[in-house]
């Protein structure tokens, strides 16, 4: 394996909670907690439906009642 293959490589680390999922990148130089569109690095593990839609994440935790 060349030294830009192995400086490519890590790994995703994905928690699905009941209430709150985080994903996180691990590479050499540490870990990274990917942040949502919000800029949050939580995300509602929630998904809400409209008449046309369906909300997910914070979106969906606005319209789930």
């Known amino acids: 394996m060349s030294t830009h293959q ?3 490589q890590g790994a995703v ?8 999922s985080v994903i ?3 590479k050499r130089g ?8 919000a800029n949050f690095r939580e995300t ?3 998904v809400g439906y409209g008449p046309n839609e369906r909300y997910i ?4 935790n606005v ?3």
Do not use: C, F, Y
């Open 13 to 20: 680390g994905i928690d699905i909670g009941s209430w709150r």
């Open 30 to 37: 540490g870990v990274e907690v990917i942040t949502n569109e």
């Open 6 to 8: 192995q400086l490519q």
């Open 24 to 26: 996180a990148v691990a």
């Open 57 to 60: 994440g914070e979106a969906g």
């Open 44 to 46: 509602p593990s929630v």
């Open 63 to 65: 319209k789930v009642p």
